[in-house]
């Protein structure tokens, strides 16, 4: 079992910045994908973010490139995900997610492990 806990989560301004970071425990040398999805009210929960521990590759949606950067720690045991420039709809809860290697980023079923999720709520 691994698990996942998200932190970092607040209210800024638009064009503020946040870091939201999740650590992972148990099992996480099974672990090869990492990724961020949020999920805003009444909206499907979607990716934001992903890479893969051991190619480096990392993913970003369309939404969110050039303003968002995915990272970890040297252990592989933190997440983090710095996000500038924010905007109003940037607004969701923000999920921390984990599975093996060979995912997609993108899909949701990738994804074996996931946290509890952080609010990010941007005003205008």
């Known amino acids: 079992q691994v698990q996942l806990v998200e932190s970092g989560g607040a209210t800024v301004q638009t064009g503020g910045s946040l870091r939201l970071s999740c650590v992972g425990s148990g099992y996480i040398s099974r672990i090869d994908c990492m990724g961020w999805f949020r999920q805003a009210p009444g909206q499907e929960r979607e990716a934001v973010a992903g890479?893969?521990?051991?190619?480096?590759?990392?993913y970003y949606t369309d939404s969110v490139k050039g303003r968002f950067t995915i990272s970890q720690n040297n252990a592989k045991s933190t997440l983090y995900l710095q996000m500038n420039n924010l905007k109003p709809e940037d607004t969701a809860k923000y999920y921390c997610?984990?599975?093996?290697?060979?995912?997609?980023?993108?899909?949701?079923?990738?994804?074996?492990?996931w946290g509890q999720g952080t609010q990010v709520t941007v005003s205008s």
């Open positions: 890479i893969s521990s051991g190619t480096g590759l990392t």
């Open positions: 997610a984990a599975g093996r290697a060979g995912c997609s980023f993108r899909a949701y079923s990738d994804y074996t492990y």
